[in-house]
């Protein structure tokens, strides 16, 4: 017995600390969030939580009102319900509430990369030189010059591409952003290489088209990626595209293109300069590509497809394109140049914007997450102030409690063009909850530290493609009264949702 016993003492103590880090002794203390624990140990509402965000949110939210704390897999997750008190989340500094460990965990466990000092920093500098401002005008024009390479490219040849094509709505606009904000961002094939200009740019319509086709099956995967929840085939289907990726981009590879950003080209040289090994910087490519082009596409087959289901809303913006390319001197007309859109023209589409606005709120559903550093108190709206313990993570989800409060956007399952337009047409920003002035109404680009830094590119992106596929392309719905889709409750919390299905629609060249 004398030798048993410290055996079982030793079992207990073991036992009790595997409860503990299961978190099946935590218990709500005083002064903090409701607690919702669910009934599997460590796992909490895991599940729930995978399989429809949204849903349980709203379910929690009904019960327990503008905060409280759930356990999913592992972490206590704190979700601030009310908008009007986003502002000490967004702001709160680093030592307390911190992005960077949250999104370093990830990249690494989704994209094999792992993150070193000063990333945040170099994407950072390279982010506000070349994707915003005057960064601008170069992005636009080369964005604009790969557009019409992949949508244009048979204008007025005579060859009777006028014959209607079909397509499915949402492979079309995701592959044709996906492949013109590539070839934009990481540069051209050199008619050098290539013997001629055309065949140049056939080359890049090949190869952007070989990459979407991969980066569409990593796609598929995402989410289940980011839940850590692969089956094993899945797996080796994930770790062969993730070193697809690392080759086909590689820093080698890109450096042979013309026409490369500053985007790239700058975060290449300073992290060379701060030492980063080639395989890292190889690594490194791939989530720039997916952040930069997991999104847009998706949300250009939104835009276009509440366009073609609101005939008003289409009248509209289809004026604002055409007065604003007579304003230019411009016309557009069979064997004439190709329209120049510039960035100062993309700033003056008032309607535009509002449309593209009212489609992000819509469709556009980011999780902000942060990690705490710190114990610390978090003073709601209302006054009233909650203890969140260190290790926990503080979460908001802006889509549920902003983007489709009726109390801020009346009838928000309806897409209004004008949503974001005063009555003398300028850009509406007024938004009401509870009767108090929002500073957030709508969050597509998250906010604070991890604000999306490719916000005006993505916008001028937006609108680029709509001009002009309003411009040059006649298309329709194949059945138009077919109904616009439900968003797949899998990817909630991962920016730009995508259709539970494909819609078909036919297109042809109107020159
Ligand atoms: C409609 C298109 C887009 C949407 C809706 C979108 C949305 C977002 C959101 C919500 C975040 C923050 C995520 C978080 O807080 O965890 C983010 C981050 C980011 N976005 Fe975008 N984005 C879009 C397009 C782009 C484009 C075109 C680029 C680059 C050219 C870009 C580059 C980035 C980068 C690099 C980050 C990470 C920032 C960081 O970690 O500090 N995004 N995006």
Redesign the pocket.
């Known amino acids: 017995m004398a030798v048993l016993l410290p055996l079982l003492v030793g079992l207990l103590v073991s036992l009790l600390g595997g409860l503990y880090l299961l978190g099946m002794f935590r218990k709500r203390k005083p002064n903090e969030p409701p607690l919702e624990k669910g009934f599997i140990p460590w796992l909490g509402y895991g599940l729930n939580f995978r399989n429809n965000s949204v849903e349980l949110l709203k379910r929690m939210q009904k019960k327990h009102g503008d905060i409280f704390t759930i356990q999913l897999a592992g972490y206590f997750f704190t979700f601030i319900m009310d908008p009007l008190s986003y502002g000490p989340v967004v702001k709160e500094a680093r030592s307390k509430l911190d992005?960077v460990k949250f999104?370093q965990e990830l990249v690494t466990r989704v994209f094999g990369y792992h993150a070193v000092e000063n990333d945040?920093k170099i994407?950072g500098k390279a982010?506000t030189k070349h994707?915003m401002g005057d960064g601008l005008i170069l992005m636009t024009q080369a964005m604009m010059e790969n557009l019409q390479n992949l949508m244009l490219h048979n204008v007025g040849s005579g060859s009777g591409e006028r014959k209607w094509q079909e397509d499915g709505l949402f492979n079309y606009s995701y592959n044709i952003v996906f492949r013109a904000?590539y070839l934009a961002?990481f540069g051209n094939e050199p008619a050098k290489k290539r013997g001629s200009t055309d065949l140049a740019k056939k080359h890049d319509r090949d190869h952007s088209e070989e990459l979407f086709q991969e980066f569409r099956k990593y796609d598929r995967l995402f989410p289940r990626l980011v839940y850590a929840v692969l089956l094993p085939k899945d797996k080796i289907e994930a770790k062969r595209l993730k070193r697809r990726f690392w080759n086909m981009l590689s820093m080698k590879k890109t450096m042979e293109k013309e026409n490369i950003s500053g985007?790239i080209s700058d975060q290449y040289q300073y992290r060379l300069e701060y030492g980063l090994p080639e395989y890292l910087q190889d690594r490194f490519t791939f989530p720039?590509l997916w952040?930069?082009q997991g999104?847009?596409g998706p949300?250009c087959f939104w835009l276009l497809l509440y366009l073609m289901k609101h005939p008003e809303a289409m009248k509209a913006v289809v004026g604002e394109v055409q007065k604003l390319i007579k304003e230019t001197g411009q016309e557009v007309k069979p064997g004439g140049p190709l329209l120049n859109l510039t960035r100062d023209m993309l700033l003056k589409t008032p309607i535009l914007d509002s449309a593209v606005e009212e489609t992000?709120r819509l469709t556009?559903a980011?999780i902000?997450?942060r990690a705490v550093r710190e114990n610390m108190n978090l003073k709601m709206s209302s006054g009233k102030e909650f203890a969140i313990r260190k290790g926990d993570r503080v979460a908001i989800f802006p889509y549920v409690t902003l983007q489709m409060d009726p109390d801020v956007h009346p009838e928000p399952e309806q897409f209004k063009y004008d949503r974001f337009l005063n009555e003398d047409g300028t850009k509406k920003s007024d938004f009401y909850r509870n009767g108090k002035r929002l500073k957030y109404f709508t969050m597509?680009?998250?906010a604070g530290t991890?604000?999306?830094?490719?916000?005006f590119?993505?916008m001028n992106?937006?609108k680029q493609f709509v001009f002009l596929i309003l411009t040059y392309f006649e298309f329709e719905l194949i059945n138009p009264n077919e109904e616009i889709p439900a968003i797949d409750p899998n990817r909630w919390g991962f920016?730009?949702m995508q259709p539970t299905h494909d819609l078909q629609f036919r297109y042809r060249l109107r020159y």
């Open positions: 992005f999104a945040l994407l982010s994707l904000g961002l985007w720039l952040a930069s999104n847009t949300s992000l556009t980011p902000l997450i597509p680009w998250g991890s604000m999306c830094p490719g916000r590119f993505a992106e937006l920016g730009s």
